[in-house]
């Protein structure tokens, strides 16, 4: 029902931008969030959303490089990445919430009941 795209190989200081496109049912009244999953690394959180984009949070290595936004008319969630390092290259997931117009953000991925099946990002130094 989630479909993340837009991965790809890129040297370090470019950009890439994830896309993640929902089917089956509409989550523009869901909570987003975007995680990581590198080699060998347990999956973190990157980045989340409130159902109405008014409450958004970071983690702190992303900080002022990755932008996460949401397109309701595309039932889409976006991850504009910048200024990327080697230190970005994972499997980038993206997750909802399913609770309706929640106005709270989730950085625990337990809290998440629909997942992407995930998009490889590989930033070359």
């Known amino acids: 029902q989630l479909q993340a795209s837009g991965g790809g190989l890129v040297q370090a200081g470019g950009s890439l931008r994830l896309s993640c496109a929902a089917s089956?049912?509409?989550?523009?009244?869901?909570?987003v969030g975007w995680f990581r999953q590198a080699p060998g690394e347990e999956r973190e959180f990157v980045a989340a959303?409130?159902?109405?984009?008014?409450?958004?949070y970071y983690t702190d290595s992303v900080k002022g490089r990755f932008t996460i936004s949401r397109d309701n008319a595309k039932n889409t969630v976006y991850l504009q990445m910048n200024s990327l390092t080697p230190e970005d290259t994972a499997v980038y997931y993206c997750?909802?919430?399913?609770?309706?117009?929640?106005?709270?953000?989730?950085?625990?991925?337990?809290?998440?009941?629909?997942w992407g099946q995930g998009t490889l990002v590989t930033v070359s130094s």
């Open positions: 959303m409130s159902w109405s984009g008014g409450r958004i």
């Open positions: 089956g049912r509409t989550f523009t009244n869901f909570p």
């Open positions: 997750g909802a919430k399913h609770a309706y117009y929640s106005g709270m953000y989730y950085t625990d991925l337990s809290e998440y009941d629909y």
